[in-house]
């Protein structure tokens, strides 16, 4: 079976498809509006919130370009200067305006000077998501990937730190179950001290065997001749 990268010219069906799977970024996210104008320049292709109410920005390529970076920090500045308006205006939406906004890139590539300026940028929650369009066999499917993400998420962190505390957990009860280290406390006992005494006794004892080997001489049968 074949497969086939597909090429998507128009930004409108990209953000489309994107709109459909927002669950491969986060499955608690919600869109909220599209399309907005920030200058002449720049536009705020997707704005999303998740279930803490987080604002979640999504600036799309349909190829790789260094500039939607650009635009992506305006679109971000944006909505964080504009939160509270965004929360009033939206009320049917549940939008944390003092929590900082993120930002998601998504772009067939990236760039390596894209990639060094994101991950060296402190303060901004910038994340890159690499996407392809393939067909396989008479299927088609569209395919998000995080190449980098400023906030991980959390859930899984969460299960697995909590599995990694179990384990130790049972390894430690297994541990202080051999007790012969505290007994070990019992050999300092003064046992040895009276030992220096039956020494000397046992000294003076081969000395009466040496005595009785000398009472053996009169039983000579010498006399019953």
């Given at each position: 079976?074949?497969?086939?990268?597909?090429?998507?010219?128009?930004?409108?069906?990209?953000?489309?498809?994107?709109?459909?799977?927002?669950?491969?970024?986060?499955?608690?996210?919600?869109?909220?509006?599209?399309?907005?104008?920030?200058?002449?320049?720049?536009?705020?292709?997707?704005?999303?919130?998740?279930?803490?109410?987080?604002?979640?920005?999504?600036?799309?390529?349909?190829?790789?370009d260094?500039?939607?970076?650009?635009?992506?920090?305006?679109?971000?500045?944006?909505?964080?200067?504009?939160?509270?308006?965004?929360?009033a205006?939206?009320?049917?939406?549940?939008?944390?305006?003092?929590?900082?906004?993120?930002?998601?890139?998504?772009a067939?590539?990236?760039?390596?000077?894209?990639?060094?300026?994101?991950?060296?940028?402190?303060?901004?929650?910038?994340?890159?998501?690499?996407?392809?369009?393939?067909?396989?066999?008479?299927?088609?499917?569209?395919?998000?990937?995080?190449?980098?993400t400023?906030e991980?998420?959390?859930?899984?962190?969460?299960e697995?730190?909590?599995?990694?505390k179990?384990?130790?957990?049972h390894?430690?009860?297994?541990?202080p179950?051999?007790?012969?280290?505290?007994?070990m406390?019992?050999?300092?006992?003064?046992?040895?001290?009276?030992?220096v005494e039956?020494?000397?006794e046992?000294?003076?004892?081969?000395?009466k065997?040496?005595?009785?080997?000398?009472?053996?001489?009169?039983?000579?049968?010498?006399k019953?001749?």
């Amino acid at each position: 079976m074949s497969i086939e990268k597909i090429k998507v010219e128009r930004r409108s069906e990209l953000e489309e498809m994107v709109a459909k799977e927002l669950n491969q970024i986060g499955t608690d996210l919600m869109m909220i509006c599209n399309n907005v104008p920030i200058n002449d320049k720049a536009t705020l292709d997707v704005l999303c919130h998740d279930n803490k109410g987080q604002l979640v920005i999504l600036q799309l390529s349909a190829s790789e370009d260094d500039i939607m970076l650009l635009h992506g920090i305006q679109s971000l500045d944006y909505v964080d200067k504009f939160k509270s308006f965004l929360k009033a205006t939206y009320n049917k939406n549940n939008i944390d305006d003092k929590a900082k906004p993120r930002l998601v890139l998504i772009a067939p590539s990236f760039s390596d000077a894209v990639r060094h300026v994101v991950e060296s940028m402190k303060g901004l929650n910038i994340d890159l998501y690499e996407w392809e369009y393939l067909r396989i066999g008479d299927n088609k499917g569209f395919y998000l990937q995080p190449l980098f993400t400023s906030e991980p998420r959390e859930r899984p962190r969460q299960e697995r730190s909590a599995e990694k505390k179990n384990e130790p957990k049972h390894g430690k009860k297994k541990e202080p179950e051999p007790a012969a280290e505290p007994e070990m406390k019992e050999e300092p006992t003064p046992p040895p001290e009276p030992t220096v005494e039956p020494p000397a006794e046992e000294f003076r004892e081969p000395e009466k065997p040496a005595e009785e080997a000398k009472e053996e001489p009169p039983r000579r049968k010498l006399k019953l001749f």
